[in-house]
């Protein structure tokens, strides 16, 4: 089994985290690796990961050149990871070490896939709970593929899982939807995530803006086709508009106009402005693709690969 883990600056989490999850792990007696992938972190994460996989073989460390986000580690690790089923978690213990039995269990009675769903976050303030909540049932509205509310990226994935997930090398990716589109048997259980162990988080508002309109953007097309319908709409009321103005001017009732004509130039002009932004944000993605880079690249390999 392999247990991958993202960190990013977690200088005060790391031991306790490979402490937890060696014990979780010991305690069910498999065999396993810890993959750590550290995201350019800027404090001694790289240098503790170091020092980890000197003393432990059952550990290794791919130490990306610089920070790629969340999502992208993640994704490293699962490339590189050999066991017959892959764990990803946060290293920060906000998903807690202790369910990996669990997990297991679940993927022993025969699931593909086993999603943890947060059930509710201690350090989760108002706001944060709220737009997640609306954020999930407008991603549910637009997208094929179910996206449960509270889906973290604590999950076990069955090795043919992961051979697919590795052929889909998409930049802007959100790997609840794509883990969800796969297929296969798959099961969820819910958690209470407890605070974090230390240090702060690392999504910032923008960042949570980012990942959200990926989560839209990655799924669906239905922002785009929302253009057309609405351009449908007004070019149809622009008909009758243009009639009626026709049918004034033909009785001689010249209009002073100047009402009318701002209140369609300013509705036509802010929804070209809008649809204009929803084209952008998805020719912006199929720029990034078309480069066809690299989803990451390494600095550093730290740990035995016992393939
Ligand atoms: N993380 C990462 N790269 C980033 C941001 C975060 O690898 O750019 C890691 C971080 O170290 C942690 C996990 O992703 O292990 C989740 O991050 P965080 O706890 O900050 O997110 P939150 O729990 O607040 O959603
Ligand atoms: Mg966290």
């Given at each position: 089994m392999s247990v991958v883990v993202p960190v990013y600056n977690e200088q005060l989490n790391i031991e306790k985290f490979y402490e937890e999850v060696t014990r979780a792990i010991q305690s069910i007696n498999m065999n396993y690796e810890i993959i750590f992938v550290d995201d350019g972190s800027r404090d001694s994460t790289p240098l503790l990961l170091s020092r980890l996989t000197q003393q432990d073989d059952h550990v290794r460390a791919f130490i990306l050149a610089r920070n790629f986000g969340h999502q992208l580690a993640i994704t490293c690790g699962m490339d590189h990871a050999a066991g017959d089923a892959v764990i990803t978690m946060d290293g920060d213990l906000q998903h807690p070490p202790v369910m990996i039995p669990d997990l297991v269990q679940k993927w022993r009675e025969g699931y593909d896939v086993v999603q943890t769903v947060r059930q509710?976050?201690?350090?989760?303030?108002f706001f944060k709970k709220t737009t997640s909540k609306w954020y999930y049932k407008l991603l549910n509205a637009v997208s094929p593929v179910h996206i449960t509310p509270g889906?973290?990226?604590f999950r076990l994935v069955d090795k043919r899982v992961m051979e697919t997930f590795k052929l889909f090398r998409e930049h802007d990716r959100f790997i609840r939807g794509m883990i969800g589109g796969i297929g296969y048997k798959q099961t969820s259980i819910s958690f209470i995530a407890p605070k974090r162990f230390a240090g702060q988080s690392k999504f910032s508002v923008r960042k949570m803006m980012h990942f959200a309109l990926d989560g839209i953007t990655a799924y669906s097309k239905i922002p785009l086709r929302i253009s057309f319908y609405v351009g449908m709409v007004s070019g149809f009321f622009s008909v009758l508009m243009i009639l009626h103005v026709l049918y004034c001017d033909f009785m001689g009732e010249?209009?002073?106009g100047w009402t009318t004509t701002m209140v369609v130039v300013c509705l036509l002009g802010g929804l070209q402005l809008i649809f204009i932004g929803v084209i952008g944000e998805y020719i912006g993605r199929i720029f990034e693709e078309v480069?066809?880079?690299?989803l990451y690249w390494l600095r550093a390999e730290l740990g035995k690969n016992k393939k």
């Amino acid at each position: 089994m392999s247990v991958v883990v993202p960190v990013y600056n977690e200088q005060l989490n790391i031991e306790k985290f490979y402490e937890e999850v060696t014990r979780a792990i010991q305690s069910i007696n498999m065999n396993y690796e810890i993959i750590f992938v550290d995201d350019g972190s800027r404090d001694s994460t790289p240098l503790l990961l170091s020092r980890l996989t000197q003393q432990d073989d059952h550990v290794r460390a791919f130490i990306l050149a610089r920070n790629f986000g969340h999502q992208l580690a993640i994704t490293c690790g699962m490339d590189h990871a050999a066991g017959d089923a892959v764990i990803t978690m946060d290293g920060d213990l906000q998903h807690p070490p202790v369910m990996i039995p669990d997990l297991v269990q679940k993927w022993r009675e025969g699931y593909d896939v086993v999603q943890t769903v947060r059930q509710a976050t201690d350090d989760a303030d108002f706001f944060k709970k709220t737009t997640s909540k609306w954020y999930y049932k407008l991603l549910n509205a637009v997208s094929p593929v179910h996206i449960t509310p509270g889906g973290s990226d604590f999950r076990l994935v069955d090795k043919r899982v992961m051979e697919t997930f590795k052929l889909f090398r998409e930049h802007d990716r959100f790997i609840r939807g794509m883990i969800g589109g796969i297929g296969y048997k798959q099961t969820s259980i819910s958690f209470i995530a407890p605070k974090r162990f230390a240090g702060q988080s690392k999504f910032s508002v923008r960042k949570m803006m980012h990942f959200a309109l990926d989560g839209i953007t990655a799924y669906s097309k239905i922002p785009l086709r929302i253009s057309f319908y609405v351009g449908m709409v007004s070019g149809f009321f622009s008909v009758l508009m243009i009639l009626h103005v026709l049918y004034c001017d033909f009785m001689g009732e010249a209009t002073p106009g100047w009402t009318t004509t701002m209140v369609v130039v300013c509705l036509l002009g802010g929804l070209q402005l809008i649809f204009i932004g929803v084209i952008g944000e998805y020719i912006g993605r199929i720029f990034e693709e078309v480069k066809q880079r690299p989803l990451y690249w390494l600095r550093a390999e730290l740990g035995k690969n016992k393939k």
